[in-house]
């Protein structure tokens, strides 16, 4: 069986297509998987570290107005069609699967005008533009919160199946991440992260609570800047000497995230599908800080459902600054019982069998094809 899995752009759409290639090959050892992205997408690097082969297509997205730059695009969106197609032919795979990202548009489009099975998966409740042009081509789409099925047109609703977002559910504990990163049981830990690419808010507010609160109580503190903006802000922390400080990491990208999600007494985050997702099964203690720069305002509306349950504190951009961050992390780590209904309270909203379902379903497309 050969399989080509896309997703790009950010590790929001390339860490579900990770996760599902994980448990293919699982189910199916013997087949052979390779995926196709972008040379500037994250997509790069985190496919090839897996240990998967990657392919790549030039395909970017559109903006509103009418630029040189949103030519380009129109002009990439019909020609990355007949790259994607060259190397389906060089590969001749049984199935496609997309996860999102512009690079799933040519890829999940060329395989299913050349009759190949496709199923494409949607993180958010809003499903993006890329899934609601490509659900009219794949055989199924995988969705992940009830009630997105009314943002699609009523002649693919039949193609729609719950499944949530496909995290791996791993055996990892409190005491044994904790082991594996050299951090005390006892000893507080906070975690923060504004996403693959970077967000300067967070990166702003992390670098202002390592400041006053992390780094002078000696409180072990890993914060990723992520890729646009690490320049800036690396070069920041050596002006403020935050390198030099033994508590403090402070890194582009983490690798080894279910490790750290797994060990940290609080996390610092946005509020993507696939950060809410994994929280929730891992039973994670969330200050999160919703993007306002995404389509009909979805994360702010994911984060308001765990925060209305108890399960997470949320707040937008424009309501928060360093001391009330200061102030709530600080609250949350001198109040053990807090943290443990919330994690309680989170761990409400997992859909922890959603990869094995997510498989079943393109396992069947291929059964369907014999």
């Not at 719950?162 to 082991?179: C, E, F, Q, S």
């Not at 049981?185 to 975690?191: D, G, K, M, R, S």
Request: charged share 25%; proline share 4%.
């Amino acid at each position: 069986m050969k399989i080509i899995l896309c997703g790009g752009g950010t590790s929001g759409h390339v860490n579900p297509a990770l996760n599902i290639a994980r448990a293919l090959k699982s189910r199916v050892p013997d087949a052979e998987m390779m995926f196709i992205g972008t040379k500037r997408g994250i997509e790069s690097t985190l496919v090839p570290k897996a240990g998967y082969n990657i392919e790549f297509v030039e395909v970017s997205g559109f903006s509103r107005k009418l630029t040189l730059k949103n030519i380009k695009s129109a002009f990439r969106a019909i020609t990355s069609v007949h790259e994607a197609k060259k190397i389906i032919r060089r590969f001749q795979p049984d199935l496609v699967i997309g996860t999102g990202g512009y690079v799933s548009w040519p890829t999940v489009k060329a395989a299913a005008k050349m009759g190949i099975p496709t199923l494409i998966h949607e993180q958010n409740a809003f499903p993006g533009v890329t899934t609601k042009m490509l659900s009219k081509y794949a055989d199924k789409v995988c969705i992940s919160f009830e009630g997105s099925e009314r943002y699609f047109d009523e002649s693919v609703r039949s193609k729609l199946v719950l499944t949530g977002n496909p995290i791996i559910v791993d055996k990892l504990d409190r005491t044994t991440a904790r082991k594996a990163l050299n951090i005390d049981e006892n000893e507080p830990y906070i975690l923060s992260y504004g996403g693959s690419m970077g967000a300067e808010k967070i990166n702003d507010l992390a670098f202002e609570l390592m400041e006053k609160y992390t780094g002078p109580e000696h409180i072990r503190h890993t914060h990723a800047i992520g890729r646009v903006g690490y320049e800036k802000y690396s070069a920041l922390a050596k002006e403020k000497g935050l390198d030099k400080i033994e508590n403090l990491d402070i890194s582009e990208y983490i690798y080894d995230m279910a490790v750290r999600q797994a060990a940290a007494d609080v996390l610092i985050c946005r509020a993507g599908a696939m950060t809410l997702s994994e929280l929730a099964v891992r039973g994670c203690t969330a200050i999160f800080i919703p993007s306002p720069y995404v389509t009909e305002d979805h994360q702010f509306k994911n984060a308001r459902l765990l925060a209305d349950a108890g399960a997470a504190l949320v707040y937008r951009e424009n309501e928060i600054d360093g001391e009330k961050l200061i102030g709530s992390v600080r609250e949350l780590i001198a109040n053990p019982n807090k943290r443990r209904r919330m994690q309680e309270s989170i761990k409400n909203f997992a859909m922890p069998d959603a990869v094995n379902l997510i498989v079943t379903n393109a396992l069947e497309l291929l059964e369907e094809k014999i």
